[in-house]
């Protein structure tokens, strides 16, 4: 079970989708609050509780009220929603449970399901509006990580299918192309990872498969605040990588160690400065380290925090993959 929440401006265009019943094969399996004559009434029943005022009197006016939440279910589980009431009473039962596990009172929301059969595996799509009954506002703070929990709770409850981490039925040829290349680096940053055991091994094996592996560190002391992947122009740090953190740096540093200093990267030779951050090759960083060891051996003392921090991607061709990361204004670059 996975359910996609997206926030709309407007009614009508997305109860049309949801009750298309001529392209989607669609059937309302329920609601509550709404007239169900046709899309025009379910439609106008949403849009004339925007003016129902709260317990204060006051009238709320939000740009974005309407809530479509698409929920599918493994094609594993297509024996436990066939085509018939009993099914679309399950389905329908999941759905308002997860509005439960969300914090929504069903009895006091306006919603309507719709099962879809223009697909291979189940799957239906909830729409509801964030002005409540009695007037109050559904918050949506937070609303990823208690959708997160939301489907766990139910597939636990009910002995739905898990989906598989490591995405191997995935289809890549339905992938956009940036979703594509995430999972081609997953899986073989993966593979590399079981035939590594230190940072070294690592690198080298992923740069057979064309992966640059760099450091990110913090141009005043060096010190690494996370690892980036980059292959055919994408760069995508080790948080965005999946796999419940994996292949972060912190991660990382319980199978091949830790490879911190305290000395400052920002004056070694060939370094140009650029943005306030430093990506550079673990290859070439293991040189530079060696010859700051041989130099100064208190230097390889340092304490590394091995904090986790998101690297957006810095590539050359591609739209970047880590669409929440903000734009640095200066760092440093190594001159390879």
Request: hydrophobic fraction near 20%.
């Given at each position: 079970m996975i359910a996609k929440i997206t926030t709309r401006t407007d009614f009508s265009g997305i109860v049309n989708y949801a009750n298309n019943v001529k392209e989607k094969s669609a059937r309302i399996i329920g609601n509550n609050g709404v007239l169900l004559i046709d899309n025009s009434t379910i439609a106008d029943s949403f849009q004339a509780q925007l003016r129902i005022p709260d317990a204060n009197g006051k009238l709320h006016h939000l740009s974005k009220p309407v809530k479509h939440v698409s929920i599918a279910f493994s094609p594993e589980d297509t024996y436990r929603f066939p085509d018939s009431e009993e099914g679309d009473r399950f389905m329908a039962q999941l759905a308002e449970e997860?509005?439960?596990e969300m914090g929504i009172d069903p009895e006091n929301t306006q919603y309507v399901i719709a099962r879809h059969f223009d697909k291979q595996h189940p799957h239906c799509h909830l729409v509801f509006n964030r002005i409540a009954n009695d007037g109050s506002v559904v918050s949506d703070s937070n609303e990823r990580r208690r959708n997160e929990a939301a489907c766990r709770k139910i597939k636990q409850r009910h002995g739905l299918t898990f989906g598989n981490s490591q995405s191997r039925k995935i289809n890549s040829d339905r992938l956009r192309k940036y979703d594509a290349e995430k999972l081609l680096i997953r899986q073989m940053v993966l593979n590399r990872l079981s035939q590594s055991n230190d940072w070294n091994t690592f690198a080298r094996l992923l740069a057979q498969d064309d992966i640059t592996l760099s450091f990110c560190t913090y141009s005043n002391t060096g010190r690494i605040r996370g690892v980036a992947y980059e292959h055919n122009g994408f760069r995508i740090s080790g948080s965005k990588l999946g796999l419940h953190g994996r292949f972060t740096y912190g991660n990382l540093c319980k199978e091949l160690g830790s490879m911190d200093t305290n000395r400052s990267i920002a004056a070694q030779p060939g370094v140009i400065k650029q943005r306030n951050v430093i990506f550079i090759p673990v290859v070439r960083y293991i040189e530079i380290l060696t010859n700051l060891v041989s130099s100064s051996p208190k230097a390889?003392?340092?304490?590394?925090?091995?904090?986790?921090?998101?690297?957006?991607?810095?590539?050359r061709r591609w739209a970047r993959i880590d669409d929440h990361i903000e734009e640095e204004t200066t760092s440093y670059k190594f001159k390879m």
């Open positions: 997860w509005m439960k390889a003392n340092g304490r590394g925090d091995n904090r986790e921090y998101e690297v957006g991607r810095r590539g």
